[in-house]
């Protein structure tokens, strides 16, 4: 049981911490605890990894604070379309779904896929029409409704560009100082999970809405096995950040694959994706990865990253800044 542990993240590039004040680091906080409590509950009566990811990261799609399920942000039409993936380590068994519109919990969606599928990741209609065939909670797309992402979504119209997550408070701030209204630092947010459970079986999964006015259509590596999501019996790792950079670093697996084949530690592997190949391609963001043995790293390389991590017998630990 020493080993079983769950790590979570609701984004990295945070608000700016000139934009953050008390009240919300404390909001934010207290959903990053609620979650990994729930995780630790699960990995604690002997549930799997599987379980303990796919749980955290549905709470944190019913989390409004985060972009993912309710509290998404919205594309350039003005819709909703959202990713998510979950992959089991022990088995290697993986389900996906993109570019989803009514479904309540994509996560689930993608849970679904991964057991009930003899494929990996479904698309649109076709993901909606499976998750529905299996009982899924459908929604209307005013489900996801925030007013918060909507004023995102509106400032990000204005200045007619590509708006990653968080960007509403740090505009504000920006423009009062009379700064370039986009950030080219712009932040990002995603939520993931991963767990190792007391049989030091892996996992991970990885939801979100995507970015900020968004082109109809796009996918970001969040569903993409490999890319925003990876487990198997060496390493669990879920990503945020700029996604098509982690599409290109392959980044979730790149962490996996430097252990397995050049011996590197947990911490060093995702130390160099995060703070080294991400960067050469101008990659921003940060991940969360656990190994068998129960390690944990959550590197990033932006100003901050929602995270936390809690071991079965142990506090619940979360931080926002480096
Ligand atoms: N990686 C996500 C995407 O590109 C966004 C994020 O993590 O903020 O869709």
């Known amino acids: ?8 993240h609701g984004g990295a590039g945070t608000i700016t911490r000139a934009a953050m004040d008390a009240a919300r680091e404390r909001e934010y906080s ?18 799997s990894a599987l ?14 604070l985060f972009n993912a399920g309710k509290g998404a942000v919205l594309t350039r039409a003005g819709t909703y379309e959202l990713d998510a993936a979950v992959m089991d380590g022990a088995t290697l068994r993986a389900g996906a779904v993109a570019c989803v519109q009514r479904l309540r919990n994509p996560v689930l969606a993608a849970r679904a896929v991964l057991e009930h599928s003899e494929h990996v990741l479904f698309a649109g209609e076709g993901a909606e029409a499976f998750a529905a065939a299996q009982g899924l909670e459908c929604v209307p797309p005013g489900f996801y409704y925030t007013a918060a992402r909507t004023e995102q979504w509106q400032r990000a119209r204005a200045a007619a560009g590509m708006l990653l997550d968080h960007d509403a408070a740090t505009l504000v701030a920006q423009e009062q100082a009379g700064a370039e209204p986009i950030d080219p630092d712009s932040k990002f947010g995603t939520v993931g999970a991963v767990a190792c459970d007391r049989h030091g079986n892996l996992a991970a999964a ?3 809405g995507g970015v900020t006015n968004k082109l109809v259509g796009r996918v970001g590596d969040s569903p993409l096995i490999g890319a925003g999501c990876y487990a198997d019996d060496v390493a669990a790792v879920s990503c945020t950040g700029t996604g098509e950079m982690f599409i290109r670093a392959v980044a979730a697996h790149d962490v996996v694959a430097q252990m397995r084949y050049a011996g590197l530690s947990l911490q060093e592997a995702a130390r160099r994706v995060v703070m080294e190949k ?7 963001g940060g991940l969360i990865a656990v190994d068998r043995a129960g390690n944990v790293a959550l590197p990033f390389n932006t100003e901050g990253m929602y995270r ?6 142990g506090p619940v630990e979360v931080s926002i800044y480096g």
């Open 1 to 8: 049981m020493k080993q079983a542990v769950i790590a979570i």
């Open 51 to 64: 379980d303990a990811v796919t749980e955290a990261v549905r709470l944190l799609e019913e989390c409004p």
């Open 278 to 284: 991400l960067p050469a391609i101008r990659g921003r």
């Open 30 to 47: 207290a959903a990053l605890e609620h979650v990994l409590q729930a995780g630790q509950r699960i990995l604690a009566g002997g549930g």
């Open 206 to 208: 990885t939801s979100t």
């Open 308 to 313: 936390g991590s809690a071991r079965v017998d």
